[in-house]
């Protein structure tokens, strides 16, 4: 089929094509109307997300579907292409889906071609049975420990499993943060600090021009020692759904442009130190981890007592630092949801890093 390259080469008669080919409506059921709404504007996107209504002739289906496309902007699509988000996420959907653990939205089309770097999901509608999560406004002690329960059954089901040597396209975690070091860092870090410097605590932010260095021998060590599972790599609230009550999921997570053979821990150190505010953090961020780590073991992880969680933790919050000191620097500045998301990221971070002196795990 040929790929749609904007929104409104979505036409009836594509849709019943793609529709058709997977099965998800009967040959004789025909797309008859279609009406797009824009969404995720401001939430951090490297793309096109827009939710489709859809009449039928003939017969019935899916009421609404999610689709996804790169990025209109030349900026952001080269950066989506850069670093495989597109691909990944299709190549997700094809590979792994289900097979996560969690749950996420069913794959209705999904399709990847490289000589035009075009790609396009179509994706089940999670919102009829829950809630979008917020991450400027943060999560309950309860939410978290949700989520963190969830995340536990991704990490256990691929915790070390040969399965992952499967999947060529999995990139290794830790290459991706070498990369970002290596790469961008150096550039970065003065913009960064121009910014947001005033907002960090005296020894986060001393650590700041030579983070990179330290964190490169602590992923060596990271390399040595730490077990390998699928990581979201973007594990946060805007990127969940909260179940209504009696629906069909108590949390459903999207977004999988991100998925990489990772640390599991990296994804708790970027929910957790993230996502939850900082006084509701303090006050349950300990069971929630307990939490966590306990569905591992019922997912049958041995060997990974939970102090060794807390190091791989506290190590990982000086990773996400460096990440987003990359990501920092780069901030589209007239996206204003954006900006101030990035400004409750980092005092949340940098509360975190502190309560925990992660600081003291960088390699001298």
């Known amino acids: 089929m040929d790929l749609p390259a904007?929104?409104?080469e979505l036409t009836p008669g594509w849709l019943t094509g793609a529709l058709r080919a997977g099965g998800h409506i009967a040959p004789g059921t025909a797309v008859s109307g279609v009406r797009s709404e824009r969404l995720g504007e401001g939430v951090g996107f490297i793309g096109v997300v827009c939710r489709l209504s859809l009449t039928y002739e003939g017969g019935s289906g899916p009421a609404t579907v999610i689709a996804k496309l790169p990025s209109p902007e030349e900026g952001a699509r080269a950066i989506g292409n850069l670093y495989g988000l597109y691909e990944?996420?299709?190549?997700f959907y094809e590979d792994v889906g289900s097979a996560t653990g969690l749950t996420a939205p069913q794959c209705y089309f999904s399709a990847w071609h490289a000589d035009e770097e075009r790609s396009l999901l179509l994706l089940e509608d999670l919102a009829p049975h829950g809630r979008v999560g917020d991450q400027?406004?943060?999560?309950?002690?309860?939410e978290a420990a949700l989520a963190l329960s969830e995340l536990a059954k991704l990490h256990a089901a691929w915790w070390n499993s040969?399965?992952?040597?499967?999947?060529?396209?999995?990139?290794?975690?830790?290459?991706?943060?070498?990369?970002?070091?290596?790469?961008?860092?150096?550039?970065?870090?003065?913009?960064?600090?121009?910014?947001f410097g005033h907002r960090l605590d005296l020894r986060v932010r001393a650590c700041v021009p030579n983070l990179h260095e330290r964190v490169l021998v602590m992923l060596d060590d990271i390399d040595s020692q730490a077990a390998v599972t699928i990581v979201h790599g973007d594990y946060r609230l805007d990127n969940m759904f909260f179940g209504n009550g009696g629906g069909p999921y108590r949390l459903a997570v999207f977004d999988w442009q991100s998925p990489n053979r990772g640390w599991g821990a990296y994804d708790l150190a970027y929910f957790i130190s993230g996502t939850m505010a900082t006084a509701e953090r303090r006050a349950s961020e300990g069971d929630?981890?307990?939490?966590?780590?306990?569905?591992?073991?019922a997912g049958g992880v041995r060997d990974y007592p939970f102090e060794r969680l807390m190091t791989d933790y506290r190590r990982s919050l000086m990773v996400y630092l460096g990440i987003f000191v990359v990501n920092g620097a780069t901030l589209e500045q007239s996206n204003e949801r954006a900006v101030r998301l990035f400004e409750v990221i980092f005092d949340r971070l940098n509360d975190a890093i502190v309560d925990h002196d992660a600081t003291a795990m960088l390699p001298a």
Do not use: K, N
Request: hydrophobic share 35%; aromatic share 6%; net charge neutral.
């Open 162 to 195: 040969p399965r992952l040597d499967e999947i060529p396209w999995l990139t290794r975690g830790t290459d991706l943060v070498r990369s970002s070091m290596t790469q961008a860092y150096g550039d970065a870090r003065g913009p960064f600090l121009a910014q």
């Open 6 to 8: 904007t929104i409104d």
């Open 136 to 142: 400027l406004a943060g999560c309950t002690g309860e």
């Open 88 to 91: 990944r996420e299709v190549r």
């Open 288 to 297: 929630a981890l307990r939490r966590y780590h306990e569905q591992l073991q």
